[in-house]
């Protein structure tokens, strides 16, 4: 069964950092692209960036309001996905979901983490 | 960027009803074009990809159509589990851009 956990969210103030982890089991880790989608409360769902694996070259790709202050990476050997957030500001609080990349037939994010709650504030 | 537009932004139907949800997209994404249902308080799912490929374990009373740049998302029959918010996303260009999502109430 995939399974995907979150952990790593909290209460930071603007200008903070805070990293996110994703724990993965039950599928080929390291074989997989991953994403990371963001909810900010009572909104709707936005999506924050994707790493490809290794053997796909392992680029990564950023939505524009995050680029630059956060970074994703991944430990194959630990089945860890990280986001590092830098210079958070108000407009980052939200819940982030890790996501699975499905490309069978398509590209899709099939499996979802239960998310994590970052809340910037001061 | 590509930017999905859903049509209606909410509405309100009955148990046992046909909905139909439209998603237009700016520029044509061929068939790239998910769906996604949203229960409240609850983790986003996976219900149909490819524009009309439903997800494993999707009831068959959900069906997707379309290409290039206009999609439907279909109910049939609905069901009190179907009351959420549904949203669209394309696949064909980074980045990936959702719909600002419809909010199907009783």
Avoid: H
Avoid at chain 1, 7 to 25: E, F, I, N
Avoid at chain 1, 32 to 61: C, H, T, Y
Wanted: proline letters at 4%; glycine letters at 10%; a negative charge.
């Amino acid at each position: 069964e995939v399974q995907l956990v979150e952990s790593g969210g909290g209460l930071v103030k603007p200008g903070g950092s805070l990293r996110l982890s994703c724990a993965a089991s039950g599928f080929n880790f390291k074989e997989d692209w991953m994403n990371w989608v963001r909810q900010a409360p009572g909104k709707g769902l936005e999506w924050v960036g994707r790493i490809k694996s290794k053997a796909d070259g392992g680029a990564i790709d950023y939505a524009a309001p995050v680029k630059g202050r956060f970074t994703m990476s991944r430990d194959d050997f630990e089945n860890t996905l990280y986001l590092q957030m830098n210079s958070l500001k108000s407009e980052d609080t939200a819940i982030y979901y890790c996501t699975t990349d499905g490309r069978f037939g398509g590209d899709y994010f099939d499996y979802w983490g239960q998310g994590t709650l970052v809340t910037v504030s001061s | 960027d590509i930017q999905m537009t859903q049509s209606p932004s909410s509405l309100s139907a009955s148990v046992g009803d046909r909905v139909t949800i439209t998603c237009r997209a700016s520029q044509t994404i061929s068939i790239y074009l998910n769906w996604y249902l949203q229960q409240p308080g609850k983790v986003p799912k996976l219900l149909i990809y490819a524009a009309s490929s439903l997800q494993s374990g999707v009831p068959s009373r959900f069906s997707g159509s379309g290409s290039g740049t206009d999609f439907t998302l279909t109910i049939d029959s609905l069901q009190p589990e179907d009351f959420a918010t549904y949203y669209c996303q394309q696949s064909y260009s980074i980045p990936r851009t959702f719909g600002q999502g419809t909010e199907v109430e009783i």
